[in-house]
């Protein structure tokens, strides 16, 4: 019975999400303010006669159409939905996955990357960043002329590194590859910068947005736009329905009243020049440009995982990325949170130092 399951799959670890209990979490990037209550009341009202009973739009329209609008998306590109931007690469790479297709991203990067290429039986290409986390270009040219990939990640800005790669550098690749280019704009609310203007100069760029920094991570949407033909090859290994009925009305309802989120990213960006500012102030540690809602630091002295365990104990959970070994050695990533958290957070610090 062993036999049944791939040996690529045995040899995984399932994606480990720690429960934070009673902890400040600035773990997992996402935006700390909650709705107001005026807000809040608003919603509960559109959604209380939503019709559970039914199954939603497949297409999602409504929502498809303002998600169009806020994020100016142009007119003849098209647009895929996914149940948060994991589905949406998972999709991509399915579509793709024909005997010895590679995808290739910048090392370190987010990890669904290598993992849904490992799902779908592809072959994954890491690159490495320099060691100031930029892109190698020459680097990523030899890669994509030798390996030749049906797809290519460039997360804008990076993660776990925080950082924007050079958009020329990204423009030469997209130039280079033969396959596809999708530029993953997660972080975008707090980058200033896209690729979205851009779609159609290019036939092989795609451009990857999510909801759920913006503070909506609990509904989990993602979505994909590009030309018509490769949005549309990918539609055909979307699940039917996978937009729920109260996603597509909660999202629907937050971009009516997208003020709110924006006003909180901008809280957001002025607290992340503040813990910038503030993390630079110490001595024992190297402090990285970040342009997305979380920051990463190295100890240069000092040991990342005492670290981690002291903010732990007393009340406050980041993510250790030491354990990944390599350019991440005795790294710590933390998510810029409520000025009262980030607080708490330097004063943990200081005592963990």
């Not at 400040?24 to 559970?52: F, G, Q, S, T």
């Not at 997209?174 to 707090?190: H, M, N, R, S």
């Not at 980058?191 to 759920?212: H, I, K, P, Q, Y």
């Amino acid at each position: 019975m062993s036999d049944l399951i791939r040996s690529k799959i045995k040899a995984l670890s399932a994606y480990h999400v720690p429960d934070s209990g009673a902890l400040i979490k600035l773990d997992a990037m996402e935006n700390p303010y909650h709705l107001p209550d005026e807000l809040i009341k608003k919603w509960l009202e559109v959604i209380r006669h939503a019709p559970l009973n039914r199954y939603p739009d497949p297409a999602a329209t409504e929502l498809t159409q303002k998600l169009r609008d806020y994020m100016q998306i142009p007119a003849d590109q098209a647009i895929l939905l996914g149940n948060g931007s994991d589905e949406l690469i998972q999709m991509m790479a399915m579509a793709v996955a024909k005997k010895r297709a590679k995808i290739l991203a910048p090392e370190p990067g987010f990890v669904m990357y290598s993992m849904i290429a490992t799902f779908v039986g592809m072959h994954y290409v890491g690159v490495p960043l320099k060691e100031d986390f930029s892109l190698d270009l020459p680097a990523m040219l030899y890669a994509v002329k030798q390996h030749e990939p049906a797809i290519i990640f460039l997360a804008y800005p990076n993660n776990p590194t925080g950082n924007l790669f050079d958009e020329e550098a990204i423009v030469e690749i997209i130039k280079t590859a033969d396959g596809l280019v999708v530029v993953d704009e997660a972080y975008q609310p707090f980058a200033g910068s896209s690729f979205m203007s851009r779609l159609g100069e290019f036939d092989n760029l795609l451009v990857m947005r999510t909801v759920s920094k913006m503070g909506l991570a609990g509904l989990r949407l993602g979505l994909l736009a590009g030309p018509k033909q490769w949005i549309g090859e990918f539609d055909k290994v979307r699940l039917p329905y996978n937009i729920n009925v109260l996603t597509q009305l909660s999202a629907g309802f937050a971009l009516d009243h997208v003020d709110v989120f924006e006003q909180q990213a901008a809280r957001i960006r002025d607290q992340r020049e503040l813990m910038l500012n503030e993390l630079s102030g110490f001595e024992q540690l190297e402090v990285y440009p970040s342009r997305a809602n979380f920051i990463l630091v190295r100890l240069r002295q000092g040991d990342a995982n005492k670290v981690f365990a002291s903010l732990k104990e007393q009340g406050v959970l980041i993510k250790n990325l030491h354990p990944a070994g390599g350019m991440l050695a005795q790294c710590l990533r933390i998510t810029v949170g409520t000025p009262e958290e980030n607080q708490a957070f330097i004063t943990a610090l200081k005592n963990a130092l």
